[in-house]
């Protein structure tokens, strides 16, 4: 059985979150252009552990995602963290094009940025990733991995 450190938790817990957001929103992108949004307080154990946020912005081509989350409470304490995510791109005859991604996330143990730039088609043109990952006891991502990206 895998055992997940409390900040690990919280960013699985804050990508579920962000999930079932896009899910729970999806019937409302009716309103284009009427930025969708909500917000959340994560308990765990009767504890407040996590805030977040997302919200969903979508014109008659463009879209445009954004999350972030904080760990609160005695979790925010002991191990604090907080990140945030934002997703642009394009829609048009049904399909989905994205465009850019970003992601930072800040804890004791210093900064993370990971930036994603697409080409027109969709797919990855460019990766930054800082400080560059330490690919030790982690199984390497296949070459197609960003396909089908939103």
Same mark, same amino acid.
């Given at each position: 059985?895998?055992? #997940? /450190?409390?900040?690990? !938790?919280?960013?699985? !817990?804050?990508?579920?979150?962000?999930?079932?957001?896009?899910?729970?929103? !999806? /019937?409302?992108?009716?309103?284009?252009?009427? /930025? *969708?949004?909500? @917000?959340?307080?994560?308990? $765990?154990?009767?504890?407040?552990?996590?805030?977040?946020?997302?919200?969903? *912005?979508?014109?008659? +081509?463009?879209?445009?995602?954004?999350?972030?989350?904080?760990?609160? &409470?005695?979790?925010? #304490?002991? $191990? %604090? #963290?907080?990140?945030? @995510?934002?997703?642009? &791109?394009?829609?048009?005859? +049904?399909?989905?094009?994205?465009?850019?991604?970003?992601?930072?996330?800040?804890?004791?143990? &210093?900064?993370?940025?990971?930036?994603?730039?697409?080409?027109?088609?969709?797919?990855?043109?460019?990766?930054?990733?800082? %400080?560059?990952?330490? #690919?030790?006891?982690?199984? %390497?991502?296949?070459?197609?991995? &960003?396909?089908?990206?939103?």
């Amino acid at each position: 059985m895998r055992s #997940w /450190p409390p900040v690990a !938790a919280c960013r699985i !817990a804050a990508g579920a979150t962000f999930c079932l957001l896009l899910a729970a929103t !999806a /019937p409302l992108s009716e309103a284009r252009g009427q /930025p *969708v949004s909500a @917000t959340y307080e994560v308990y $765990f154990g009767g504890f407040h552990v996590l805030d977040a946020a997302a919200s969903w *912005v979508r014109g008659s +081509g463009p879209y445009r995602i954004f999350a972030e989350a904080e760990t609160r &409470g005695m979790l925010g #304490w002991l $191990f %604090p #963290w907080k990140g945030n @995510t934002e997703t642009r &791109g394009q829609v048009e005859d +049904g399909s989905i094009t994205p465009l850019h991604h970003e992601n930072r996330g800040e804890s004791e143990k &210093g900064e993370k940025f990971t930036l994603l730039r697409y080409d027109p088609n969709g797919d990855i043109a460019e990766t930054i990733v800082q %400080p560059e990952l330490d #690919w030790v006891d982690r199984h %390497p991502l296949p070459a197609d991995a &960003g396909k089908g990206t939103l």
